[in-house]
């Protein structure tokens, strides 16, 4: 447990918040369920990454297809069925369109929502791979 929660940190420091999740949700059995237990912050996460798709490079991150990617690795991952994966699609392109309709431009509002998204990433990777995860220790 100790060296996930490592590894977690590890990914988040360097912006990888969906690929944590990934890894953390090792378990074949999980990513087959019809809805998952944790579905409500995946699709937040999957927001998430959307907006972080649209600022990052607007603030000029060299990062073009950073968050598509950690967000396709995460559809891969669960593999869900095409209702959960239809939520977690429009939930990344929410996430897009809506700052995409308010910013041309990078802004101190569009660093700080940067700042405050990855803070939140984080902390949906955090809990989700404690809560989780497969290392985490069963429910009582």
């Known amino acids: 447990m100790q060296s996930l ?13 969906a690929l944590a ?19 409500a912050p995946l699709v937040r996460l999957s927001e998430i990454l959307g907006a972080l798709h649209y600022l990052r490079p607007l603030c000029g991150a060299a990062e073009p297809s950073l968050w598509r990617d950690q967000m396709q690795a995460l559809v891969e991952a669960e593999a869900p069925a095409p209702e959960r994966r239809a939520r977690m699609t429009a939930a990344f392109n929410q ?3 809506g700052f995409a ?7 101190p509002a569009a660093r700080e ?6 803070a939140e990433g984080a902390a949906l ?7 989780y995860g497969s290392d985490a220790a069963p429910p009582r």
């Open 113 to 118: 929502a940067i700042d405050r998204y990855r």
């Open 125 to 131: 990777t955090r809990a989700v791979a404690s809560r």
């Open 21 to 39: 999740i990934v890894a953390a949700l090792a378990s074949p059995a999980i990513g087959q369920a019809a809805d998952a237990p944790y579905d």
């Open 95 to 97: 996430g897009y369109a």
């Open 5 to 17: 929660f490592l590894s977690i940190r590890r990914r988040v420091r360097r912006g990888g918040a």
């Open 101 to 107: 309709a308010l910013y041309r431009r990078c802004t």
